[in-house]
């Protein structure tokens, strides 16, 4: 089936490690996206990328890193760096970069939770 | 910059009855409009897209409206269920000169009771 898997489903980070999550997608999808979302609070655009090797920071990437080595792939490193990193992360892809904007789907969703 | 609203944030009807759920934005120089589901715990899924171009989208009991120059939308649900309890969340299309951004509303909780 095509989508978009998100992994792990739920980790548990200890103060001052960084961690990975991974995000994966078979649809052929150029664009991909990390977004962060907090209770009562909408989706947040940590970072996007349109294309291989390229990527953007979005609203809040500050903590954050990513690496876009792959179409497929698009993992996203928590830092220790990141102040304030409990939150659900969920990944995204859309299949071109047009002005007009394409279906956006999304991954399951990942919680992170320091300990 | 862009901001979407979402009235209200949570609501609770009875089966059968049909409902508005609503979506401001403030920059009307958008692109689409798209209206998502949100179970709990679990990912969006994308119900209806409108390109700035359309006044309106159907889906079975799904029914959204577009605005643009008000800076409004509605999703009506039709004859609601107890099946379509979830958070439903709005988000515009909007270019930055470089990609297209999506900017998301924080969404209406909607519960159906039996």
């Known amino acids: 089936d095509g989508g978009i898997t998100q992994s792990p489903k739920y980790l548990f980070r200890k103060e001052g490690q960084n961690v990975t999550l991974s995000c994966e997608q078979n649809?052929?999808?150029?664009?991909m996206y990390w977004y962060r979302q907090d209770p009562g609070q909408g989706l947040r655009l940590i970072y996007y990328?349109?294309?291989?090797?390229?990527?953007q920071k979005g609203d809040i990437a500050e903590g954050y890193s990513v690496s876009r080595e792959k179409k497929e792939s698009f993992p996203l490193t928590v830092t220790s760096a990141q102040k304030n990193p409990t939150a659900f992360y969920l990944c995204?892809?859309?299949?071109?970069?047009?002005?007009?904007?394409?279906?956006?789907?999304f991954g399951e969703g990942s919680w992170l939770t320091v300990v | 910059k862009q901001e979407v609203t979402q009235i209200p944030a949570a609501l609770s009807v009875p089966e059968g009855e049909n409902l508005v759920l609503n979506c401001s934005f403030t920059?009307?120089?958008?692109?689409?409009l798209q209206w998502f589901r949100q179970d709990p715990g679990k990912g969006l899924t994308s119900l209806l897209l409108?390109?700035?171009?359309?006044r309106e989208q159907t889906s079975g009991r799904l029914n959204a409206s577009l605005d643009k120059s008000s800076g409004r939308s509605t999703l009506y649900i039709a004859a609601s269920q107890p099946g379509d309890s979830a958070t439903y969340l709005c988000?515009?299309?909007?270019?930055?000169?470089?990609?297209?951004?999506?900017?998301f509303g924080t969404g209406t909780r909607l519960q159906v009771t039996l």
């Open positions: 649809l052929n999808h150029d664009a």
């Open positions: 988000a515009v299309t909007s270019w930055t000169g470089t990609a297209s951004k999506l900017t």
């Open positions: 995204a892809s859309s299949a071109v970069r047009e002005r007009r904007g394409n279906t956006i789907y």
């Open positions: 920059d009307s120089a958008i692109y689409n």
């Open positions: 990328s349109q294309i291989v090797n390229d990527f």
């Open positions: 409108i390109q700035s171009s359309q």
